[in-house]
């Protein structure tokens, strides 16, 4: 019976491909490609000259059929606009499909940026939690969050350009002024590794561009609460400091959520 292979792609830089990728993508019948353009940039480096057809987030229901029915007869290989498919972006459902109708689904595995991100991150890296792209709207972003507060394991997410100064600012709020890797354009030539604090990466990145990963340091097994820091807060109350300021101080000193200080912060007032 014929496979679908699972294809990894670079990331970037179009050297990261394997020996085994090539050969796949230049022996399959077709390829299924989530953006065709990036994937024509590619064969055409290698010489590859196998037919293309697109399988996107808007077109994955309608295309399923067709792409099953190859399969009855032909290897089909699946890939993403950039790394592994799959992951946060179209091929689960071809995956599912293939594998209820017993279609062998193989792996062809490579590039990932989020394994890349972590390696470089500087934070710990035995044990982590995948976020994929961060919501959208700020309300469901923060509800996020909140969740994942306590998690102790080092936090990885996508988050795109336009959205990187409301995200780490509702990330500052929320977890804390953390420690951070914000990896922009990995494996190109504009690559990027910030490693520093949350508000650190609020001032260098003024106006972001490119494609962003953001690793985010876990809770600390032994967080103190916030209620710990009322006294440092009733100073800085006392000497008629700000409520955002005396927040900020805190939660940068402590580590402590400002959304926690804010609420001890009015009850004082």
């Not at 102790?152 to 100064?165: D, K, Y």
């Not at 609460?225 to 300021?245: I, M, N």
Request: hydrophobic content about 40%.
């Amino acid at each position: 019976m014929p496979n679908l292979y699972i294809v990894a792609t670079p990331i970037g830089n179009l050297e990261d491909i394997s020996l085994r990728a090539l050969r796949i993508l230049g022996q399959v019948s077709l390829i299924a490609a989530e953006d065709t353009r990036k994937t024509k940039r590619l064969l055409a480096a290698y010489g590859i000259k196998t037919p293309l057809t697109s399988y996107h987030e808007h077109n994955k229901k309608a295309k399923l059929p067709y792409l099953l029915r190859r399969l009855q007869e032909q290897d089909v290989a699946l890939v993403s606009e950039a790394g592994m498919p799959g992951i946060s972006d179209p091929g689960y459902e071809l995956v599912v499909a293939a594998s209820e109708q017993g279609i062998p689904v193989v792996p062809i595995p490579g590039a990932s940026v989020l394994v890349t991100a972590l390696a470089v991150s500087g934070l710990p890296s035995d044990q982590f939690v995948y976020l994929g792209f961060l919501p959208r709207k700020k309300g469901q972003r923060k509800r996020l969050l909140e969740q994942i507060s306590v998690e102790e394991r080092t936090i990885l997410a996508f988050e795109a350009p336009h959205r990187l100064i409301s995200a780490l600012g509702d990330i500052l709020e929320v977890l804390g002024d953390r420690r951070v890797a914000i990896c922009r354009e990995l494996t190109k030539i504009h690559e990027e590794v910030f490693r520093g604090t949350v508000s650190a990466a609020l001032e260098h990145f003024a106006e972001p561009r490119g494609e962003f990963t953001l690793v985010i340091e876990g809770s600390p097994a032994k967080r103190q609460p916030a209620e710990d820091f009322e006294g440092e807060l009733r100073l800085l109350y006392e000497k008629g400091v700000s409520a955002k300021e005396a927040v900020s101080q805190v939660a940068k000193a402590t580590g402590a959520s400002k959304k926690e200080l804010y609420q001890i912060w009015l009850k004082l007032s």
